[in-house]
């Protein structure tokens, strides 16, 4: 079993850098141009030709209310009809994909992020399904890794039982606050009753996993006041738990200017509500996974982690990094070997590309053989917080400490102040480095310099 992270303010002080939170590497912000519809015909190719299983990501955009908070892409209305359009192409997206594939390669997972999902009508999600199922092999026997995004304020056991019937069998809940002042100054009031009674909906209806979103550093927050959020939230015993930093940036995202900077938690109160967080989740008996992400003993995660097999992709951490990733809908990003390319993130231009029988890819990269070495390495770390020099030597033909030799004063650093141990086998990311992983993987990266960096958030 992995050891305990160890809270050192110090150290954190320290390293709490603007970094990527490495969904991939390189980072979606390495993407460009040159990549299009040819390369992903190319990749698909190649995917059909080594029958690699799938995993799908649709996005659905739409909210009938916005979050102040939210950087996602989205399309804020009250009018449902808006929908139709959208799905439209979105089912023409799904053909042009499939015709593509071979019928063999499964689907072991599926899931629907936004916006919010279930702002589609009941009769909306039968038929995307239905095309879903009717285009790509998904799987019939509850097997699969099915999941959804609910906003509780959307959903109701009706909806649940919906889902439930069309094949979902794992939920990831928003909440990111229950105190009522700091629900107004976001704009998303939702109440305990409207999140549990999902939950006890999911669990009625047998759903396989329950994950719940919680956000820190957000308006009128205090410590004492979110440790209280966190113990309501453990009483619903989510089988995991996101807990994520705000990254207040209003001149890149726009609802956020209405947020007001001056009643934002000060970084010291948002290390006390994260330090307090980690104390209850432990406490209550969830394994910290890594990168904000905290799961049950025996959530499939956390077992992964134990046996070395779990990996990071688009979907965050995962046991299906394996899978060839395709992404459908507006602004999505796929995954294809060495492929990475994504649609257009706005909708107009989605659907009227789509409406001329022509796929949205706008645009991409293709890794390098130095971008694979350094994906392996950032993977490794930050799924499993040990690296194995032979490992990445026996896939990539190289001798590690010479590949890496201008790193190598970094890393030494980085081992005297105790985030990790450094051997010549090895590196390996010490307790009190765990929560700074990200800035361990960023001394890997080669793409990041001062501009870039501008672009991520902190890491705590």
Partial sequence: ??????WDTDLI???????PRYTSYPTAVQFDGHVGTFDLFH????????????SLYVHIPFCANICYYCACNKVITKDRGRALPYLQRLEQEIQLIACHLDPGQTVEQLHFGGGTPTFLSHDELRQLMAQLRKSFNLLDDDSGDYGIEIDPREADWSTMGLLREL?????????????PSVQRAVNRLQSLDETRAVIEAARTLQFRSINIDLIYGLPKQTPEHFARTVEEVISLQPDRLSVFNYAHLPERFMPQRRINSDELPTPAQKLEMLQQTIEQLTRAGYRYIGMDHFALPDDELAIA???????RNFQGYTTHGHCDLIGLGVSAISQIGDLYCQNSSDLNQYQSTLASAQL???????CTRDDRVRRAVIQQLICSFELEFAVIEKAFNIDFRAYFAPLWPQLQGMAQDGLLE?????ITVLPAGRLLVRSVCMVFDAYLDQQNRQRFSRVI
């Fill in 13 to 19: 002080r320290r390293y709490d850098l603007a970094g």
């Fill in 360 to 366: 949205a890819t706008n645009r991409g990269l293709l």
């Fill in 305 to 311: 982690q134990e046996e070395s097999t779990l990996q």
């Fill in 43 to 54: 990749a698909l190719r190649e995917s059909r030709k080594a029958l690699r299983p799938l």
């Fill in 422 to 426: 450094l051997s010549d086998e090895r």
């Fill in 1 to 6: 079993m992995l050891d305990d992270i160890r």
């Fill in 167 to 179: 094949g979902f069998n794992r939920v990831s809940i928003g909440v990111q606050d229950l105190d």
